[in-house]
């Protein structure tokens, strides 16, 4: 495949974009789980026809989070959230938390649904919170531990990104007040990562994750879950800051805690791909080739997956063919190799200047792939990319 790659004489600087892969699960401050304290309908007498029908769409409800049955939960935490506000009212707090155990069951991945339908049941979703969050702030009152679930819920799923913010800002600001500092790492993050993509991501919250990181390394062991994503988080963050040494440790950290695992986790993957990438930087290519070959040695993100580039440096514009004017390109062919360096580098096709060919080749030399993977094994493969050298004139 063709990959252009176009190149100034004055390189401008780019922005870098803060992306930040994410646990695809719902991360709240009480851990989102389903809500099952609820009092028995058939303690309410005279028992009714719908009582007994609620208790046993109940129980159907239960059995199906026990066996983890996604499709179950859904049918039947709607059935008995229905059922439900017939026999204890619209403002009964047993009707809050069946709306959140049918939000919670709203929001499980489901990747036969199309975008429509997936928005469709977000919105529904986001409802069913806001019923929650009105019960819980008349029982409670508006900034009680509560309402925190209701509040992620509600942001998590709000297409009302700035109505999103304020719930967020909201949630943490509840947290802080708790004294109870693993439930605010818990909400920080959660904010985080509702926020971190959106135009309302800022130096607050920024330092959520980074405040979450410190609590979680106060208050955890090195190998807990939440910590080490928190870790990894917090490079990431480092690193689209350009703060090399503060994520290198960070992204070896993660590697360390995760090479104890049977399995090849996602972050370990990915903090090796920013390892490669920070190590050349520093000039460092014997530890970049280190992390290559680890990720040549691990399952992939996927069974399937073509070579993808990790570290690209531009070559330098020769400054024969920048004093007099000159434009050109370059087309290379070239292996990415099991380990992911680039061999066998040769020109196929240029226009300029036989500098521009020289500078082309003494580049790809640097460059540092994931290799392509077939069956979850990598593999050598053929890669061709065009290398266009053309001046600023503004």
């Keep these: 495949m063709m990959s252009p790659i176009h190149l100034l004489a004055k390189p401008k600087l780019l922005g870098l974009t803060l992306l930040i892969a994410a646990p695809s699960f ?12 609820l009092k028995s309908a058939s303690d309410i007498s005279p028992v009714s026809d719908v009582a007994v029908t609620f208790n046993d769409s109940y129980k159907a409800y239960k059995h199906a989070v026990t066996d983890n049955d996604a499709a179950a939960m859904l049918q039947y935490s709607a059935e008995s959230y229905e059922l439900g506000q017939q026999e204890f ?8 938390n069946l709306a959140l155990n049918y939000a919670t069951a ?6 036969s649904l199309d975008r429509k339908s997936k928005n469709e049941r977000a919105e529904k979703a986001h409802q069913l919170y806001l019923i929650a ?54 909400v920080q993050m959660s904010a985080f990562n509702g926020l971190k993509n ?35 988080t917090a490079g990431m963050i480092w690193f689209a800051e350009r703060r090399e040494s503060k994520a290198i440790p960070l992204f070896e950290e993660v590697i360390t805690q995760f090479s104890k695992l049977n399995y090849s986790h996602p972050y370990e993957l990915a903090s090796h791909a920013r390892l490669v990438e920070l190590y050349e930087k520093e000039g460092d290519s014997e530890s970049s080739t280190k992390h290559c070959i680890a990720i040549g040695s691990m ?3 996927q069974e399937n997956q073509e070579q993808t580039p990790l570290y690209r440096i531009n070559p330098k514009y020769p400054m024969s063919a920048a004093s007099t004017g000159k434009e050109g390109w370059v087309q290379v062919a070239f292996t990415v190799n ?57």
């Design 26 to 37: 719902l991360l709240s401050a009480t851990e989102s789980t389903p809500v099952l304290g």
């Design 106 to 111: 709203l929001q499980h991945k489901d990747k």
């Design 299 to 301: 399952r992939p993100w």
């Design 89 to 96: 009212g619209d403002k009964s707090l047993d009707t809050a």
């Design 198 to 232: 959106s135009e309302y991501y800022d130096r607050r919250v920024r330092d959520y994750a980074l405040d979450a990181f410190e609590i979680y390394q106060e208050k955890l062991p090195q190998d807990a879950l939440k910590r080490v994503e928190a870790t990894y």
């Design 338 to 394: 099991e380990s992911g360096f680039v061999t066998d580098p040769k020109v196929v096709n240029s226009k300029g200047s036989s500098g521009f060919e020289r500078a082309s080749l003494k580049a790809l030399e640097k460059w540092r792939y994931a290799p392509k993977f077939v069956d979850g094994k990598p593999v050598a493969a053929d890669s061709l990319v065009q290398l266009d050298f053309t001046l600023d004139r503004s």
């Design 133 to 186: 969050l009105s019960i819980y702030e008349t029982e409670f009152g508006e900034d009680s531990l509560e309402t925190i679930d209701p509040l992620l819920g509600a942001a998590q799923t709000s297409s009302d990104a700035r109505k999103a913010k304020s719930q967020y800002h909201h949630a943490v600001g509840i947290a802080e007040d708790s004294e109870r500092p693993l439930l605010l790492a818990s």
